[in-house]
């Protein structure tokens, strides 16, 4: 456990280095809900509030795009060699994947966490139980995330087909999901697609837990259980691809 | 005892066979000099070592332990410094230090790393990011992290590349200082100097091969008429002379260079000396000169070879 912590803290510090892309995320999404959420949220009317609906979208999105640093940071230090130190040390694959994969988590929040504690203050969530529901919701689907982006990393061995498949997954993950639009408005081939998407519970879990829009959410049992068995599958993925496919220098 | 034990390692990449079938042993607390020029197969051995690229076929131990079977308890036992540093650039020498000594298990990191950025002169540099320090003082860090570990098996993977010589002193003495401490050393060089400075033995590798392994005075004795004495005298020397050197034990051969100016080439000059000039005191030849030149390293490389290390120098397999 000492080590994951260690690989925690690690990752952690990398991203405090990361200024210039974290202030671009964050600008980013407080554009999206100062300026596109307020504007669109007035052209809807069939949803009450849909501005908040949108908002909590844009907050799951947003710590999605940070989740999904990791594989790009694992490019990163195989092109700087970096990787082959990270073997060589005291630490099974398991603990480094690991490591890596609640890092991802961690970073994601300690990233989100201004925009979401003023988004909170705003809308006056105050109750800790939800507030730590919420955190939850949101820790769980960036952990998975991680896991995600160190599997396709390790996986795929290739920057360039990660690049690609990322971009693609985040067109997709986003809009073939309720993180902007609830399911029941969706037409019925996108509203299926949805229901294997983990962005869906994960924005619909965080919802649920600040109470909010509970008749367009799905299951919360059921988001709950999809969110555990996407971060379980992808993090033991991660260890198995990891320990299998990851050799220093193959890499260069 | 050994504490690596080497068999059959292979590493192919693609049809590149960079490692072919080695069998070597390291012995517990001493400095084993890896010697080859690039595309060996020492960086690659040493990889497969350190559990951080697999062999194609065959296997090591590292203190018992397999590097197919138990990597992780292989990584416990062992450090690496490798050719290129390996410090992220958002990472300070503080941080890298202190992190791989936590990361290692050492106790007190902190005041590890702090004892060693001193002894290295790196404390006023001490949070500078990685890519903001000088290659020499990188090199420093990325030994540095070998000796604060204090590994069973610390690797050294050319470590006196690119660095100024009062740079190589340093780190030549922060090896000797590992090995003083306990730890057995595989040390990877293309500089013979190195080798035979460090060394207590030398294993030569070429095209992915062991082609000899001994101590560095063996291996220059190896040598048939390594040894070469140039003697000088202030009377010509004649064949009778020439005749009576020829049956001193040891010698090996002779080129009269002038009349007075005789080349010796023999084995062991430093034990048959004494023996020649016993023999030309007795027949009367004054000696004007005497300059005895043992084998070096690179004529011990040429010999099992066949090509000197720099002109077998060729681009690595792999890069590190």
Redesign the interface.
């Known amino acids: 456990m000492t080590k994951i912590l260690l690989v925690i803290e690690r990752d952690l510090r990398s991203l405090m280095q990361q200024k210039s892309i974290l202030l671009m995320r964050w600008f980013y999404a407080i554009v999206q809900i100062g300026i596109f959420g307020l504007a669109i949220s007035r052209i809807i009317t069939v949803m009450q509030n849909y501005y908040t609906y949108y908002a909590m979208g844009v907050i799951v999105m947003t710590m999605y795009s940070v989740a999904i640093f990791t594989g790009y940071e694992i490019y990163d230090e195989a092109d700087l060699g970096y990787t082959e130190y990270l073997l060589s040390i005291p630490l099974t694959r398991r603990e480094l994947v690991l490591g890596r994969s609640l890092a991802g988590g961690i970073r994601s929040l300690v990233f989100m966490a201004p925009i979401i504690a003023g988004f909170m203050f705003l809308i006056g969530i105050v109750d800790p139980l939800r507030v730590g529901m919420a955190l939850v919701a949101l820790f769980g689907f960036t952990f998975g995330v991680s896991g995600l982006s160190i599997t396709l990393a390790v996986g795929l061995k290739s920057g360039d087909k990660f690049d690609i498949i990322m971009g693609a997954l985040d067109a997709f993950i986003v809009r073939l999901s309720s993180a902007l639009y609830p399911q029941a408005f969706m037409p019925k081939p996108i509203a299926i697609l949805s229901t294997f998407n983990p962005l869906t519970y994960a924005a619909d879990l965080f919802r649920w837990s600040l109470n909010f829009n509970i008749h367009f959410l799905a299951n919360p049992v059921t988001s709950l259980i999809v969110l555990v068995i996407f971060l379980t599958t992808f993090n033991v993925a991660g260890v198995a691809i990891y320990e299998r496919n990851l050799e220093g220098a193959s890499w260069r | 005892m050994a504490i690596v034990s080497i068999r059959g390692l292979t590493k192919r990449?693609g049809e590149n066979l960079a490692v072919d079938h080695l069998n070597l042993d390291a012995r517990e607390g001493e400095i084993l000099g890896i010697l080859g020029p690039n595309g060996a197969g020492k960086?690659?051995t040493l990889?497969m070592l350190?559990?951080?690229?697999?062999p194609t076929e065959g296997t090591a131990e590292v203190g018992g332990y397999d590097i197919r079977t138990d990597p992780?308890k292989v990584?416990?036992l062992?450090g690496?410094a490798?050719q290129?540093p390996?410090?992220?650039?958002?990472?300070t020498p503080w941080?890298i230090l202190n992190?791989?000594g936590?990361?290692?298990?050492i106790e007190n990191p902190k005041l590890a790393a702090e004892r060693m950025l001193k002894e290295l002169n790196l404390w006023d540099a001490r949070n500078k990011y990685a890519n903001e320090l000088s290659g020499g003082m990188k090199k420093r860090v990325e030994v540095a992290k070998v000796m604060i570990q204090r590994p069973k098996v610390a690797i050294v993977d050319e470590p006196t590349a690119q660095i100024d010589v009062a740079g190589k002193y340093q780190i030549w003495n922060m090896i000797q200082k590992l090995r003083e401490e306990g730890s057995t050393i595989l040390l990877a060089t293309n500089e013979l100097g190195e080798a035979d400075r460090l060394s207590d033995r030398v294993a030569i590798m070429y095209r992915g091969r062991l082609r000899i392994l001994d101590t560095p005075r063996n291996l220059k004795d190896s040598i048939p008429g390594g040894d070469v004495i140039d003697l000088r005298t202030q009377n010509p020397i004649d064949e009778g002379i020439v005749e009576q050197l020829k049956r001193v034990p040891g010698v090996v051969d002779y080129t009269l260079v002038k009349a007075s100016h005789l080349r010796i080439y023999l084995n062991r000059a430093e034990r048959i000396l004494p023996l020649i000039m016993a023999r030309l005191n007795e027949l009367g030849v004054e000696i004007a000169s005497i300059n005895m030149k043992e084998p070096s390293l690179d004529d011990v490389f040429f010999h099992y070879t066949g090509e000197v290390l720099e002109e077998a120098d060729e681009p690595d397999s792999?890069?590190?």
């Open positions: 990449y960086s690659s990889l350190s559990t951080i690229i697999k992780y990584r416990e062992i690496i490798f290129e390996k410090l992220f650039w958002f990472n941080q992190w791989h936590k990361v290692c298990g792999v890069s590190s």
